[in-house]
């Protein structure tokens, strides 16, 4: 298959300089007749729409999810639609309305987004292709001539407002809360009447898209918060590995299996491979029963991780595979010289000669 070159607006480079040459435009004159270099300029109109593609993510316009898909080069140009939820986006993509869906996964203070962990958990079909961070910190805002004082109910996205309970303990011990879908939703709502709330919580940037009076500023709980996004696209080939990668998994353990924990973790300490999220979900058929959620340093194209998950897909009733990806900080992946992929590929090799019965050196 050829390789393909995006543009900004989705269109194939390769064929945008095809229909160059082919109309003349190039400077090797305009051989052909008008008409003709008409009907190709069309054809490449034509290709240009149907070649854009669309990326969900919760909005509206000025989420930090927004911020988050603004990170991705490819998005650029492309279609961007807002939607209400996770599940929205996640089934866009599914059902071939989106090419790809920004998604919150976890909050350095709120720990896993538990929405989209437990929505890649059960939807078959999605592939993780790449990571985003983006710094959060919060605003209270309202309609213009609101003072502090008037605010006994706050709207807020759930992850947002757990952020923000040292301040809103200090400064309005009584409020009470409504979740909104969104931090931008949160806003709308307090602006339209159609929240309850005299006041929300939203990001710093709320106020380039609305007429709000800032009540107060960098009300979060830590100015180091950050969110860490993925972009999900259907199931696909993983990005080739750069040496800087995450592999992203669900593992169930099988019942009445004393220390299945342990023989899971075993799988990757034994291969030299660092886990930077382990979280463990309810799977929801019954009390007790849990999946883990797993980032793994590494990729899948690497031996190491490749050996892990044999082991693991050995043992565990369910394996989730939900994609190997370059990581957001783009940091060399450190691993002990025993388990570098040459070390695996000798091992192999040896075994194979011994089943072959080459002689042993
Ligand atoms: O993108 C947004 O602004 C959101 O409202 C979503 C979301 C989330 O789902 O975690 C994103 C980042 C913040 O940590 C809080 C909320």
């Known amino acids: 298959m050829p390789v393909v070159v995006r543009g900004d607006q989705g269109v194939d ?15 090797h004159g305009n051989s052909l007749p ?6 190709i300029i069309r054809r490449a109109k034509v ?12 909005g509206p316009a000025g989420t930090f999810t927004e911020a988050a898909l603004d990170q991705v080069a490819e998005a650029r140009g492309q279609e961007w639609r807002p939607v209400h ?4 986006a996640l089934a866009d993509v599914l059902e071939g309305r989106s090419h790809a869906a920004m998604i919150a996964i976890e909050n350095s203070i709120e720990g896993g987004v538990s929405t989209t962990q437990d929505a890649l958990a059960t939807l078959p079909g999605l592939r993780i292709v790449g990571e985003y961070l983006v710094k959060v910190n919060f ?5 213009r ?20 309970h040292g301040w809103l303990g200090e ?25 309850p709330a005299q006041a929300a919580i939203a990001p710093p940037g709320i106020v380039q898209h609305y007429d709000v009076d800032v009540l107060a500023s960098e009300i979060g709980d830590s ?65 007790g029963r849990y999946r883990f959620v797993i980032d793994a340093d590494g990729h899948v194209a690497d031996e190491r991780m490749a050996d892990a998950l044999l082991g693991i897909r050995r043992f565990s009733p369910r394996v989730v595979f939900l994609g190997s990806y370059p990581r957001a900080d783009r940091k060399i992946v450190q691993y002990p010289d025993r388990y570098a992929d040459e070390v695996f590929v000798e091992a192999r090799d040896w075994l194979r000669g011994l089943i072959t019965g080459e002689p042993e050196v």
């Open 13 to 27: 480079i390769d064929e945008v300089t095809f229909l160059r040459g082919e109309a003349g435009t190039t400077g």
């Open 34 to 39: 008008r008409s003709a270099r008409q009907r």
């Open 47 to 58: 290709k240009r729409v149907t070649e854009r593609r669309t990326y969900s993510y919760l």
């Open 85 to 88: 939820n996770v599940g929205e």
């Open 139 to 143: 605003v209270l805002v309202a309609p």
């Open 145 to 164: 001539g609101t003072t502090l004082e008037d605010v006994t109910v706050i709207a807020a996205h759930p992850v947002a407002y757990a952020q923000c």
């Open 171 to 195: 400064h309005l011990p009584n409020h009470a809360h409504v979740p909104a879908a969104s931090n931008v939703a949160s806003a709308i709502g307090v602006l339209d009447g159609s929240s």
């Open 223 to 287: 100015t180091s918060a950050v969110t860490r996004f993925v972009l999900v696209t259907r199931t696909t080939m993983p990005p080739e590995p750069t040496g800087a990668d995450k592999t992203s998994l669900i593992v169930e353990l099988p019942d009445d299996h004393p220390g299945a924990l342990l023989d899971m973790l075993e799988q990757f300490s034994t291969r030299g491979i660092n886990l930077s999220l382990i979280e463990s979900r309810p799977i929801g058929d019954a009390l």
